[in-house]
């Protein structure tokens, strides 16, 4: 995996073409792929990349876009997140787990 693809597009573009092809979103205690119903809890996937976006002229371009892989079923996908007041609600076991991996 790549450390740096460019912007946000064309990272989550880069990381399709290494098998990331699920689009996983917050759902409070889990994240969820709403094309095929794949729902993972915190123990169930690994976060195999974090890339981190800031918005030029405006703080709330600013996201997290995370490489995720299933230890449950073997899907690999992305989930992007803003930072801060723009953050998805999560439960405090999610947000410690995608926050463990932010520098």
Not at 13 to 38: A, M, P, S, W
């Amino acid at each position: 995996m790549k450390t740096d693809y460019g912007t946000l597009s064309q990272t989550i573009n880069g990381l399709k073409e290494e098998g990331y092809t699920l689009d996983f979103n917050i759902r409070h205690d889990c994240i969820i792929c709403q094309d095929n119903q794949v729902q993972l809890s915190p123990n169930d996937f690994e976060i195999d990349g974090v890339f981190r976006f800031e918005g030029e002229s405006n703080p709330d371009d600013e996201a997290v876009l995370y490489a995720i892989s299933s230890t449950k079923e073997g899907s690999k996908g992305t989930l992007v997140n803003g930072y801060g007041v723009s953050a998805d609600a999560a439960s405090d076991e999610l947000i410690k787990k995608l926050s463990t991996h932010v520098k």
